[in-house]
């Protein structure tokens, strides 16, 4: 059976000759190969990291099953999607809700595994009736009004979590994560988060230097007097261990608020497959059911572990356009590096330090911009929000999702935030379009501003 991992050595094996591409199945020189699999190894730290830290996850679980994920994806689709599969952060708020919710770091795990099945069936589903139903049960109205709420529901954990542990810092680390998204160009443009990081970190220590100890709320809420930059952790860890693996734990309210995120996923996967065809000229709409079902089985098995669930990841796909080489085989570098970084204690305890105003600044802009992209799913797709069969469920499930609106099903039983108002979206849609009027479910060129294409039609 083909698994993907034999290449062929692309020309000299130095660099790509002028126009051409490294494909899937070729590869440059080992050291090169492997320099290029650092790269993407840095590409997806920002957001692999961060999203374990927020989830209150082990870093270095989160980084090591990152890499068994990979190989996953990599062996499942036969080394035709050139991909890095990274901690998804459209989780980071469905931890949020657990966790207020008195659910622990096991419940969570144990809702994101429940996520990772639905997107493996998903897969299996794709693969045997074609993407078709994914466009039928998730038209783009749907997706985008669902991955907008995901992000924008996170905006209340910024605000009273992370952002008041020290203002300033989280100001300043905002001020230059948007600096860096916008002026710098090609891959540092991709690692922008990470810079921020970084930048924000390094600025904690200064702050703490000159200024000496801050008197805020901790994570918990607790005012106290405290170093910006508790690194104390990080020499008392080790250089080489296993990270902290637990067992996930199942309950039902849990997963009814993780399961909206399968959407998300879906969405992410699909993009990602689209795009990755499109760079590399292959057609690979044959690959995506396999590519769905792939990250549904990694995901489950990083949370059966007690890491978090995985993604296809974006940035990976900046540094494939930057330097046009799609080899696979930079991609199984990545994974092995990842799986030593896991293995390195005191790595983690570098990250676990990150500063709560650190990561004030850095979400401020991270979630605005996870919700955004369900904007951008709308924008692609040319929804027309003026048509009240897309108007309607959007506009409720967003509010409700945002608002964290609940509903006290029975006494033990709740439903709020992201899985109420998901519900509201995608009920609401479907059950309104059978009674919505044929000239709602069609599709119309936009009229002049001002006017809309959705009133009655005229009587003859």
């Given at each position: 059976m083909d698994l993907g991992v034999r290449w062929t050595l692309h020309g000299d094996g130095r660099t790509p000759a002028p126009g051409a591409v490294v494909k899937p199945d070729e590869r440059l020189s080992w050291p090169r190969t492997f320099g290029l699999g650092a790269q993407h190894v840095v590409a997806m730290f920002g957001a692999s990291f961060v999203a374990p830290v927020l989830m209150g996850l082990d870093p270095n679980l989160a980084i090591m099953m990152s890499g068994v994920a990979t190989a996953i994806f990599l062996l499942a689709t036969r080394g035709k999607v050139p991909s890095y599969l990274g901690c998804s952060l459209s989780f980071v708020g469905v931890a949020a809700v657990i966790k207020a919710d008195g659910g622990s770091i096991a419940t969570i795990t144990g809702a994101c595994l429940a996520v990772g099945a639905a997107l493996f069936l998903i897969g299996l589903a794709v693969r045997r009736f074609g993407a078709g139903i994914i466009h039928a049960a998730m038209p783009p109205v749907v997706t985008g009004a669902v991955v907008m709420l995901i992000g924008f529901n996170l905006a209340p954990v910024t605000a009273s979590t992370y952002w008041?542990?020290?203002?300033?810092?989280?100001?300043?680390?905002?001020?230059?994560?948007?600096?860096?998204?916008?002026?710098?160009?090609?891959?540092?443009?991709?690692?922008?988060?990470?810079?921020?990081?970084?930048f924000g970190y390094g600025l904690s220590w200064v702050l703490d230097r000159i200024l000496g100890p801050i008197t805020s709320a901790d994570g918990s809420g607790a005012v106290s007097e405290h170093w910006r930059l508790d690194l104390s952790g990080v020499a008392d860890a080790a250089w080489i261990g296993l990270p902290d693996f637990h067992a996930p734990a199942f309950e039902l309210s849990a997963i009814l608020v993780a399961l909206p995120v399968v959407i998300a996923l879906v969405a992410e996967n699909v993009g990602h497959v689209k795009a990755v065809g499109e760079m590399t000229g292959d057609d690979l709409d044959g690959k995506l059911g396999t590519a769905i079902a792939a990250d549904g089985a990694a995901s489950m098995l990083s949370t059966g572990f007690g890491g978090p669930p995985n993604t296809t990841y974006s940035e990976n796909i900046g540094v494939m356009a930057a330097t046009r080489v799609y080899s696979t085989a930079a991609y199984w570098a990545a994974a092995l590096f990842a799986l030593l970084f896991g293995l390195c204690p005191k790595f983690g305890a570098v990250v676990a330090a990150i500063p709560g105003g650190v990561l004030g600044g850095i979400t401020v802009i991270l979630y605005g911009m996870i919700g955004l992209l369900g904007a951008q799913i709308w924008t692609n797709a040319k929804v027309d929000l003026r048509n009240p069969l897309n108007l309607v469920p959007c506009a409720a499930g967003l509010i409700i999702g945002i608002g964290n609106v609940s509903m006290e099903i029975t006494?033990?039983?709740?439903?709020?935030?992201?899985?109420?108002?998901?519900?509201?979206?995608?009920?609401?849609?479907?059950?309104?379009?059978?009674?919505?009027?044929?000239?709602?479910?069609?599709?119309?060129?936009?009229?002049d501003e001002g006017t809309s294409s959705y009133d009655e039609p005229p009587t003859r």
């Open positions: 008041p542990q020290d203002q300033w810092t989280a100001l300043l680390t905002m001020l230059f994560t948007g600096l860096a998204v916008v002026a710098l160009r090609g891959f540092w443009a991709r690692i922008a988060i990470f810079l921020g990081l970084l006494e033990n039983f709740t439903l709020s935030g992201i899985a109420l108002g998901t519900i509201v979206v995608i009920t609401g849609y479907h059950v309104l379009r059978l009674f919505a009027p044929a000239h709602f479910k069609v599709e119309e060129p936009l009229l």
